[in-house]
Structure formats: C-alpha cells, structure tokens
C-alpha cells in the first residue's frame, strides 16, 4: 500500500490554523515536507508560514464550499506540483440547546464534519487517481465508535467519517490511493481546554500529534489513540444494550456532577 514521501510531493492540510491541523503542518515540515495549509482564518495561516520561512504555503478557505475546494486543489498542485499526503482535518462540533437538540448546529456539524471531508476527497482522488498514486487520512475520532450522551452530531459526523474511510479504503486501493483515519480521543487545544467536562486520557498536542504523522508513515488503515480509550469504548460497543446504556447514563451522572 502506498506511502507519501516528501520527494513524491506536497502534503496538504486542512483545518491547519489551529490544534492538531496546525501541529501537524508542523510536523511534516520537520519531516521533510513542503506543505501547504487551508483553513477559514486567513491572518492564523499567514503566522504559521512566516514561523516556517515559506516553507509552508496558504490557501484560505472554507470546506464547506464545494467549489472552493476544487479550486484550491487544483491551485496547489499548479503551484507546487502533485500532492503526495492530504489530512482532511477540518472539523467541529456546534451544539444545540438541550431543549432543541436536533437543531440548526447539528445540521452545521454534519455539514463542516461529513461535507467537508467529501468536498475535498472529489478532487483530491481525481487527480490522485490520474496518477496512480497518493495518501488521504480522514480524521475522525474515537467518538465515532459510539453513541455518548450530548454528543449525538458529533458522534454521528465521526462515525460516519470512519464508515465512508473504510468504504473507500478498499474501493481506491485498486487506483493505487491508499486512505487512512485518524481517531483521536482527548488531545489538549484551545477548543478542549473550554469545554467543561471530564476528559479522560488527555494527551499533549505534541504527543497525539507524533503519534499522527507516525501513523502516516506505518502500515495500518486506522491511527488510534490513546490506545486504551480507544479499545474501551470498541468494547462497550459489544455489550448488550441495555448495560451499554446504563453504563453511558452512569457516565454521564459523573460528568454533570464535576
């Protein structure tokens, strides 16, 4: 299966002017890379290149907007030649009222979380495919293994990025594009730090991102960690339903108390 080496080209990254995008942007110039970044908040993108010396390269803009993505695509590999590694890290959660929790944010979260990725996966595998060759990593996250109470867009958004990875997983395989997720579970970002409630095995930016680019670099369709949350919400996912869902009630009795 293919791996991206930063000679086959340019790495790009969206959602990159912050939290793990960002890190990783970082990462892969480390690594050897050039890359280049996308995200809404133009001013951020441009601080993260001057920290690079132009190693890194900007192209704002929202993925929401289908065409804007093909643009940038198509503007990147005009600049800088084929991209070799994409991260289609772009993503949030927007949370309604208790009392509306099927509101106007559960449509947002659905559009930037699922929407955005497919936005940027059109042309990314047609110009990946023409070549017979690239790396695309979706992330995703470990919220995506299950249903966890006042988290139902998030979750859904997550586990629908992790069922459509492993639907195209196997249908790009035979065009030589090999396409991974990402599933992290508490990572230390400004949008974690605000949130209050209880974070279980929190890892530092620096570590989760590490244990990402390393990833990239591995054998493996799935990059998750930490490896003990993980495998424990894999296994609650088995139980029979009703201690599943007596288990997330307890759960979620604690995280209203703290």
Same mark, same amino acid.
């Given at each position: 299966?293919?791996?991206?080496?930063?000679?086959?080209?340019?790495?790009?990254?969206?959602?990159?002017?912050?939290?793990?995008?960002?890190?990783?942007?970082?990462?892969?110039?480390?690594?050897?890379?050039?890359?280049?970044?996308?995200?809404?908040?133009?001013? =951020?993108?441009?601080?993260?290149?001057? =920290?690079?010396?132009?190693?890194?390269?900007?192209?704002?803009?929202?993925?929401?907007?289908?065409? %804007?993505?093909?643009?940038?695509? %198509? %503007?990147?590999?005009?600049?800088?030649?084929?991209?070799?590694?994409?991260?289609?890290?772009?993503?949030?959660?927007?949370?309604?009222?208790?009392?509306?929790?099927?509101?106007?944010?559960?449509?947002?979260?659905?559009?930037?979380?699922?929407?955005? @990725?497919?936005?940027?996966?059109?042309?990314?595998?047609?110009?990946?495919?023409?070549?017979?060759?690239?790396?695309? @990593?979706?992330?995703?996250?470990?919220?995506?293994?299950?249903?966890?109470?006042?988290?139902?867009?998030?979750?859904?958004?997550?586990?629908?990025?992790?069922?459509?990875?492993?639907?195209?997983?196997?249908?790009?395989?035979?065009?030589?594009?090999?396409?991974?997720?990402?599933?992290?579970?508490?990572? &230390?970002?400004?949008?974690?730090?605000? @949130?209050?409630?209880?974070?279980?095995?929190?890892?530092?930016?620096?570590? @989760?991102?590490? &244990?990402?680019?390393?990833?990239?670099?591995?054998?493996?369709? =799935?990059?998750?960690?930490?490896?003990?949350?993980?495998?424990?919400?894999?296994?609650?996912?088995?139980?029979?339903?009703?201690?599943?869902?007596?288990?997330? &009630?307890?759960?979620?009795?604690?995280?209203?108390?703290?």
């Amino acid at each position: 299966m293919y791996r991206a080496k930063p000679v086959d080209g340019i790495a790009w990254i969206t959602g990159a002017s912050s939290g793990i995008g960002r890190g990783v942007a970082l990462e892969l110039v480390r690594r050897g890379y050039r890359v280049a970044v996308t995200a809404r908040r133009g001013e =951020e993108l441009e601080a993260l290149a001057r =920290e690079t010396g132009g190693v890194i390269s900007i192209f704002p803009g929202d993925v929401t907007d289908v065409a %804007a993505m093909s643009l940038i695509v %198509a %503007a990147v590999e005009d600049a800088h030649g084929p991209i070799a590694l994409a991260f289609l890290n772009a993503g949030g959660n927007f949370r309604d009222s208790s009392d509306d929790p099927c509101g106007e944010n559960f449509r947002r979260t659905l559009d930037l979380n699922i929407n955005g @990725a497919v936005n940027c996966l059109r042309p990314l595998v047609k110009t990946m495919r023409a070549r017979g060759r690239g790396q695309i @990593a979706l992330n995703a996250s470990v919220a995506g293994y299950a249903g966890m109470p006042g988290a139902a867009a998030y979750c859904a958004s997550k586990a629908a990025v992790i069922a459509m990875g492993e639907s195209l997983h196997v249908d790009l395989a035979a065009d030589g594009i090999n396409l991974q997720v990402v599933c992290p579970g508490y990572v &230390r970002t400004p949008l974690t730090e605000r @949130a209050e409630y209880p974070k279980p095995f929190m890892l530092e930016l620096d570590d @989760a991102v590490q &244990r990402i680019c390393d990833g990239f670099e591995r054998k493996g369709f =799935e990059i998750a960690f930490p490896k003990r949350m993980a495998l424990l919400l894999k296994l609650l996912t088995k139980l029979p339903a009703p201690l599943f869902f007596w288990l997330m &009630r307890q759960g979620n009795k604690k995280a209203l108390k703290s």
